[in-house]
Every structure is written in structure tokens, then in C-alpha cells.
């Protein structure tokens, strides 16, 4: 009989949370295979635990052919052998649950996989049930029915000889759309839904959910947007599926990049929203897939206070910098060398305290940087292999294309949790599926629970705080405009106590003047020993200060 947590007495448990994220390939390998599984993650209980998080989020680790590393689902009530058995999930989950930290899965139903029954079914013939599960559509003039693209490059039309029509695939070509305007498919996915439910899950990351509805006129496109993401009647198709996660007491967060702030009110309204909270992109939209260079300071600020002000008392945020998808934030936000520490800890700050709730992506609270790959053969990602590819026959040059996977590839996130100074970072002793980073030497959970002013320990005070004074939970955001491109400075206030945040998140000095109407200031947190005497502060590269303040 599994623990269960009771999320219909406290419907807004997540609201009062932070969120860590497991990607169980690469989180801890039990049985010597290279591989990170479940047992894994359970024998690492204690350090989940010692963070103080409240719930974990969990990649895929259902059954697939890992095309896509099981973002592409064959089979959503089994478990990848290579991770383990349907028992050793109903093991974790209590395993969290006795240590109260609710479990969150990642539910990938834009797509499946095409070793997934349903497409196996629905590929054989037109007649058959399952064919209208997927997106089909004639040839036209003998080739694809229109321009749309997939997002892993190519056209995203796939021709099948079976039933000479093509289906269509936003990501890889084993990865085909379900048809969402069939009732059939949410039918079929409602089912899935209950049933984990049952089995003790607390709540579901939406995958790519907001390319779920595809504009049914399938014309050509100048903006391939316009073809699949948050596509008008999107809203019906969400609410629909929200009855499910209601009706189960399930939080819900949806991944939903270029879901303007807007339109985002009604996706995540206490009452009628959709979901309970989203992931939005405006803060890394910025990055241009691939390109190398760094934020500046200004937009990430307007990006960032725009979320803030439009869901101020009309909504949640979701507050995070990185996830499996991203480079590492002390890598491309910060500076992974002369001040790896220092601008750890400074990002961590600006968005941890942020109103919302907080996500941390595992290694993230190490300060773990981004990967020092210089092979194409060391890259796993399909979406990096094929960059690579199709850059060479443009006539790039290897090294140039290198420089460019080093700093945007998605396996920057992917290599294994370091975990001490041992071979691979101690994540496994077999030569792990990526190359774990050389700097685990150094950079490691054993070595930073040691150090006091670790980048771990950092993020330890920062949950601590974040969840113990509700002030940090419903203090009003407002930005005070340093009008410069270094520092991110703001304050979350409540009947007119607060705090206010200051962090330098650049290479060089800085000075902010702090307003005298802040008064009793004291200093509750800071990444360095420089102290501060008057309101004008002189701030040292990625320097970080936390006060508590009143006000008359
Ligand atoms: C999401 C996932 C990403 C995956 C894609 C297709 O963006 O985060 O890893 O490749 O969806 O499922
Ligand atoms: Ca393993």
C-alpha cells in the first residue's frame, strides 16, 4: 500500500515549495552499467533530502527507444528496463513521500514514440482505429502537404508507404503528433492519467504543451509558429485536459514557451487556468539556438519583471534557470571561470526569491558548468548531432561548430551528477553513456557540503529562507531600476517589512544607491566578506546581499 500525501486538504502545497529536477540518466548509476536508474536516485534519498526541496520533478523514464532520451514514450505504464521496473518507481515514490517530498512526472503527450502501439496501429491502414490517433494528410503534388518544419530541422512530414500519406512530427521523426482534435487521444490519455494518480503521483510537467493544438487549414507558413504553437482554440483543448489533473488533486506545471504574459493569465488563473503554474522562455528566448554570447543584463531584467508584474495576483510563477533542455546558468549567464562561485551564487539569489516557485535542476546547486567536449563523437543529443551535420555541409568548420555545441548544446545539462572526486564524479564506476566533466574533481557534493561558503551551501540557506518566511512567499515583487546593465536589484515586501535583493551579475564592479526610505536594514545572506557602510554600495564583481528592511 503506497503513502499517500494529501494534496486535496492542501490544493496550493506547491505554492510554498521549491522544485528539484532529476534526470534519472544521469543522477546516480546503482548497478554498474554507466547509467543512471531508479535505485539510483533512491540510494541518493538523503542528499535530496538535505536540501530541503519539497518535491522533485522527474525527466522520462518510461518505456522508449530513447531516441529522444525518452521524450519519446513507446509505452506509458512501463518503466526502461535500463532504469529500472514499474516496482522500484512504486519504491521511490514512497520512498519520497516518507521523507515528505512529493513526486512530480514528466508527461510527454504532444507525441509518442513511433514504437508506441498506437502508431504501430495506426500506420498499417486508414481503416484502422488507431489511425486518426496521429496527424495525416495527403501528398501534394507528390511531396510533403505543406512547409512546416520540424524543430529538430527538416520537414516535419514523414511519408508512410502503408497508407501513401504523410504524418507529422514537430521533433524527431520517431517522435509522430498525436491528433489532439480527436477525443479519442485525450480519452486514451485521461486513462494514463488516473492511473498514475492512483499510484501515489503528485503532479505532472506538461511537455511541450503549448504546440498541443496544430492550425487545422495545414496551409503554408512564413512564420512556422503560426503552424504549431499556442495555435488559436488551444485554450478549449487545455481546459478540457485540466479536468483530468483536477478531478486527481494533481499539481500541474506546463512547459509553454511563446505564450506571451498576456495570454498566459488564463492559462494558470487560480480558478479557471489550465494549469497550475507554466514555464515560460522569455528570460533565455534571447538565446538563439546555438549561438554563442552572453545575456544582457537590462533584457533579463525587463524579461524577468514583466512575469512578475503580469501574474502578480493573477497567477504563479515558475522560477527557474536552468532545465535539462539549457546550457548551465554559471556557464552562460555567468562566469564559469575567474568567478564560478561568486556568479553561481549571485544568479541564485536574483531568481530564487523571485515570487513564484523555485525549480533547481540537479547540479545546478554545485555550480556545475557546462561540458569541455571537443569531439562531435562525445555530444549525445540527436538536436546536437544534427546541428553539427547540417553546419559541416554548409561548409562551417568543425572547431567553429564546437564552439557553438559548447555553449548551447542541450548535453551541457546532461552530464552526470558530480557527486565527489572519484572516476566520474563518483556517478558511476562503469564509463558513463556521457562524458562526465574533468573539473569533477573539484566541483563536487562531497567537497561542497565540506566548504561553508560552497555554491550547496548557498543554495541550503537560500530554501531555507525562501520557505520559512512568508514574506518570501507573498511579498509583492517590484523591480528598483538601476537603469545599467549589471546589477538586478528588487525587493518583496509585505505590510511594510521586506526584503531587498542586490546582486552585481557581471564581471565588473558596480554601484547601487539604496533609498533612505529602507530603514533597519539587516544583512540576512551574502556571497562576500566586503561588508557595506553606507547607502551607496560598491559592489564587487557578482557580489550578492540580502537585507531585511522595514518601512515607515
Ligand atoms: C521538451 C523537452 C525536450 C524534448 C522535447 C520533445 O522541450 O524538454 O527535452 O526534446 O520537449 O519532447
Ligand atoms: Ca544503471
Do not use: C
Not at 529536477?21 to 542528499?47: E, L, T, V
Not at 514504437?115 to 511531396?143: C, L, M, T
Not at 562526465?436 to 548557498?458: C, G, K, M
Not at 509585505?494 to 564581471?507: K, R
Amino acid at each position: 500500500m503506497s503513502i499517500l500525501i494529501s494534496n486535496q486538504q492542501n490544493p496550493t502545497w506547491w505554492q510554498n515549495a521549491v522544485g528539484y529536477q532529476i534526470y534519472p540518466k544521469s543522477f546516480f548509476d546503482s548497478n554498474h552499467d554507466g547509467i543512471g536508474d531508479i535505485q539510483g536516485i533512491i540510494s541518493k534519498m538523503p542528499y535530496i533530502k538535505s536540501l530541503g526541496v519539497n518535491f522533485v520533478w522527474l525527466s522520462p523514464f518510461f518505456a522508449s527507444p530513447n531516441i529522444d532520451n525518452g521524450y519519446d514514450v513507446s509505452d506509458y505504464q512501463a518503466i526502461d528496463p535500463q532504469y529500472g521496473t514499474l516496482d522500484d518507481i512504486f519504491e521511490m515514490i514512497d520512498q519520497f513521500h516518507q521523507n515528505n517530498i512529493r513526486v512530480v512526472f514528466d508527461l510527454v503527450i504532444n507525441h509518442t514514440s513511433d514504437q508506441h502501439h498506437w502508431f504501430k496501429e495506426a500506420k498499417k491502414s486508414v481503416d484502422n482505429p488507431y489511425h486518426d490517433f496521429y496527424i495525416w494528410r495527403k501528398p501534394v503534388n507528390g511531396s510533403v502537404p505543406n512547409n512546416w518544419v520540424s524543430l529538430f530541422g527538416g520537414s516535419a512530414w514523414e511519408y508512410n508507404p502503408a497508407t501513401k500519406d504523410y504524418y507529422y512530427h514537430l521533433f524527431a521523426k520517431q517522435q509522430p503528433d498525436l491528433n489532439w482534435e480527436n477525443p479519442k487521444v485525450h480519452q486514451a490519455v485521461a486513462k494514463i492519467i488516473d492511473w498514475w494518480a492512483e499510484r501515489g503521483v503528485d503532479g505532472f510537467r506538461l511537455d511541450a504543451i503549448s504546440h498541443l493544438k496544430k492550425d487545422q487549414r495545414f496551409k503554408d507558413v512564413t512564420n512556422q509558429e503560426d503552424a504549431m504553437n499556442n495555435v488559436s482554440g488551444i485554450d478549449q483543448l487545455l481546459a478540457n485536459l485540466s479536468t483530468d489533473f483536477k478531478r486527481n488533486h494533481l499539481m500541474t506545471v506546463g512547459e509553454a514557451g511563446g505564450v506571451p504574459v498576456e495570454q498566459a493569465k488564463r492559462w494558470v488563473d487560480s480558478k479557471k487556468g489550465y494549469f497550475d503554474m507554466i514555464f515560460q522562455f522569455d528570460h533565455v528566448s534571447f538565446w538563439e539556438k546555438f549561438t554563442v554570447g552572453k545575456v544582457d543584463v537590462a533584457k533579463l531584467r525587463v524579461a524577468l519583471t514583466r512575469w512578475q508584474n503580469g501574474l502578480d495576483n493573477n497567477g504563479w510563477n515558475a522560477l527557474f534557470l536552468e532545465n535539462h533542455d539549457l546550457p548551465r546558468a554559471v556557464s552562460y549567464f555567468g562566469n564559469d571561470q575567474k568567478f564560478r562561485s561568486q556568479s553561481a551564487t549571485a544568479l541564485a539569489m536574483m531568481y530564487f526569491l523571485m515570487k513564484g516557485t523555485p525549480f533547481i535542476y540537479q547540479g545546478q546547486e554545485l555550480g556545475m558548468t557546462n561540458v569541455d567536449f571537443n569531439d562531435i563523437n562525445q555530444f549525445r543529443d540527436l538536436d546536437s548531432q544534427r546541428f553539427y551535420r547540417e553546419e559541416l555541409a554548409k561548409g562551417a568548420s568543425p572547431e567553429e561548430t564546437l564552439v557553438k555545441l559548447r555553449a548551447k548544446s542541450r548535453d551541457n545539462a546532461r552530464t552526470p551528477m558530480q557527486w565527489n572526486d572519484q572516476p566520474n564524479g563518483g556517478f558511476s564506476d562503469h564509463q558513463p553513456w556521457i562524458s562526465s566533466n574533468p573539473n569533477a574533481r573539484y566541483i563536487n557534493v562531497a567537497n561542497e557540503v565540506e566548504q561553508t561558503d560552497s555554491v550547496l551551501n548557498f543554495y541550503r540557506q537560500l530554501i531555507h529562507l525562501r520557505l520559512k518566511d512568508p514574506i518570501l512567499l507573498n511579498g509583492q515583487y517590484q523591480l528598483i531600476e538601476t537603469h545599467d546593465h549589471q546589477s538586478f536589484v528588487y525587493q518583496r515586501e509585505e505590510n511594510h517589512v521586506g526584503y531587498l535583493v542586490i546582486t552585481n551579475l557581471s564581471d565588473q564592479p558596480a554601484t547601487v544607491t539604496i533609498s533612505d526610505r529602507y530603514q533597519n536594514l539587516q544583512l540576512v545572506l551574502t556571497n562576500t566578506t566586503e561588508k557595506q557602510q553606507s547607502s551607496t554600495m560598491a559592489l564587487k564583481p557578482w557580489a550578492a546581499y540580502l537585507y531585511k528592511y522595514e518601512r515607515n
